[in-house]
């Protein structure tokens, strides 16, 4: 059965304030966040009804929305209840949930001091990003690098910076992978399109300081539960090179959650004990009610 298109859905999304039928969540072509990017979103995950983490995501849309210099106009409390009513609104219980934030059409221009700052949240089904995750994926290299910090907000989930992790993708897939290494500015290990990375060296987890790019909720979740496993976690500047001497690979992210990696370029690799080990810690992590998975990582 071939999937809807987006603008052409049954349910409702949480626009501006309340709930409207899917089709009539609309916005003017002169929107500024179309023309300029200045828009900021989340990707979240609901599991058995309960939005996973949901709070450390609000936080991040309201700190990123800042970063661009604007002010999301709800709490975090009320941007919690929406994500909340929408999804009880969708009738799922397994779901993706996708708040985002942009300026309006009031003028039209690089500046944009007097536009109105809208937040919409859609709901839908949406399972595992990757199939048959354990057999792992594989990765190609992309040609574009995640940029110096000081030509673009990296710490903020904005939609501009996602333009380069498109071009990625679509290159990797033309040439048979399911998405692609991207390196920082400076040449390092950064992350996959969409998803952070992973290495297990002798035994030891090592993942790319996050300079660059987003330190991801899931990856520090991944990191909590390994630390919870006497797992040696190492932040640190990773050089592609590096990878002749790692054993696993994996992603991880709110799409991806954790992915075992088998290829990157002409390099193999074998999904292994560890890589398996926090797939499933994490995959009963996100099953649990929101105060135990707290309780869990705090631990």
Known sequence: M????????????????QLVPWRDAKLHVLTHGLHYASGVFEGERAYGGHIFRLREHTNRLIN???????????????????????LAASGLADAYV???????????????????????????????YFENRMAGIALGWAEWRRPDPATSPTASKATGNYMIGTLSKHKAEAEGFADAMMLSWRGDLAEATGANVFLAIDGALHTPTPDCFLDGITRRTVMALARRRQIQVVERI????????????????????????????????????????????????VRMTPSDVESRLAA
Do not use: N
């Open 2 to 17: 071939a999937t809807p298109p987006f603008d052409d859905r049954d349910g409702f999304i949480w626009y501006d304030g």
């Open 64 to 86: 990123s929305g800042r970063l661009l210099g604007f002010e999301i106009p709800w709490t975090a409390e009320q941007i919690d209840r929406a994500c909340l009513d929408t």
């Open 98 to 128: 996708r708040p985002i934030a942009w300026r309006g059409s009031e003028m039209l221009a690089v500046s944009a001091q007097r536009t109105k700052i809208h937040l919409a949240i859609a709901v839908w089904q949406w399972p595992a």
């Open 238 to 285: 990773i050089k592609p090179e590096e990878l002749r001497r790692t054993q696993e690979v994996f992603l991880a992210g709110t799409a991806a959650e954790v992915t075992p990696v088998r290829q990157i370029g002409e390099l193999h690799f074998t999904p292994g004990r560890l890589t398996e080990t926090l797939l499933h810690d994490y995959e009963a992590l």
